[in-house]
């Protein structure tokens, strides 16, 4: 993965400030590998878009690639010789907000690998947290991963810092996960996922009885985030999506992430084959359909094996397996119909609503304008009592070709993109 001369420059910026104040003073063997991509660079700042028309910039910091676990799918796992690298929860601290007094970055992500107790890697988590909040009274975002295995009140203390609260489960139950994380325990992960919740959870009650936000301590109000590696294992995307729907159906997950699995050189997995990203994509679709889209999990059509199909998007499989519920009329149809349209959202159901009243909709280029993919949506409307496109030519349109990931030759990687979720 290259990067750009102007990251570089930051980074390097950034580096400098984690090793020490004073000038000419070299890093502490600790970090002299810390620019090295070949040891997951642990700074990275990414730009998002919470929201449409909103952006907001993340530090993404990892604050070890040490690791004592030896998960088989990890680039960082123990056993895989790789520069280590290391900041101190002050190093940090010092980074991020250089990085953020110079306009690069508005919140922080904090990820890192376990190397010894979990407890005390969390005792770092929290320092961190604290010295930004308590010390340098930043009010900003900031999400950080949960090391599982800290005590109750660890996982308090850090959720009371937190915007927001991820935890790594990998796997969606505890069988899969023994084969590719042997030390790792789905049953811990999930308790203290609980811990999480039940914290959030009360935080929102109390903010919605009218107790006014704390900006230093948010309790974790902003959700959690779950995440699954996809393929390491043979678990398919119906029991994944199985255990993503039953742990959000207990409030406070915000949403999922899935990373594609990809064989990492010198790990136990080495040979097996990558996971197509298209697959990861069908299940961000899924998922934003159960969140979004008032979709129920038994609604989701799966292929035999259990799996999301590759060649069409999960909204687009529910429609073509449902042709008694379409077409759908534009001038009567109630928002939640529409939404059930491929290439209507949300926002174009509720502009097609208010759109309607007047006389504007008339044809497909007119639907376009309010925001509806017409080439997904056209084989599923009529407009007028006038059908504008047959259902088949939804299926015909081939949107990706699947096979072309699927039956890509072996590449192995020296890191994944998994490292920062
Ligand atoms: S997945 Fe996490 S715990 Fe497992 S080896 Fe990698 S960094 Fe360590």
Known sequence: MSRSPELERKLAILMSLAADDREGVPPPPRLRYAADVGALGPINIRHLRPAPGMR????????????????????????????????????????????????????????????????????????????????????????????????????????????????????PCGASLAQIAPEKSFGTTVSDLELVRAQLLGERAERAA?????????????????????????????????????????????????????????????????????????????????RGYGFGPEEVVFEPGGNLPLALDPKSAWALAHPERFPVEIGKASPEELMRVPGIGPVSARRIAVERRGTSLRTLADLRKIGVVTTRAAGFLTLGGRRLQTSRWTQQLGFWGPEEEVGAHHMVYQVSPGTFR
């Open 56 to 171: 907001m910039s993340l530090l993404r910091i990892l604050m070890t690639n040490a690791c004592s676990y030896n998960c088989h799918y990890c680039p960082m796992r123990r056993d895989r010789n790789i520069p280590r690298t290391l900041l101190k929860p002050e190093e940090l601290v010092r980074i991020f907000l250089g990085a953020r007094q110079r306009g690069w970055c508005e919140g922080l992500f904090v990820t890192t690998g376990i190397p010894g107790r979990p407890v005390k890697v969390m005792d770092d988590l929290i320092t961190a947290l604290e010295l930004l909040r308590e010390r340098h009274r930043f009010g900003g975002y900031i999400h950080v991963k949960l090391v599982p295995g800290g005590e109750p009140s660890q996982i308090e203390r850090l959720t009371q810092l937190a915007s927001r609260v991820s935890v790594n489960l990998e796997a």
């Open 210 to 290: 009218g107790r006014p936000r704390d900006a230093l301590h948010p309790g974790g109000a902003s959700g959690m985030t779950i995440q699954f590696v996809v393929g390491a294992t043979t678990d398919t995307d119906r029991s994944i999506l199985d255990t993503v729907s039953r742990l959000s159906a207990g409030g406070g997950i915000h949403h999922a992430h899935f990373s594609a699995f990809r064989p990492i050189a010198d790990t136990p997995l080495q040979g097996a084959p990558a996971t197509p990203a298209l697959r990861e994509h069908r299940l961000y679709q899924a998922d934003h359909l159960l």
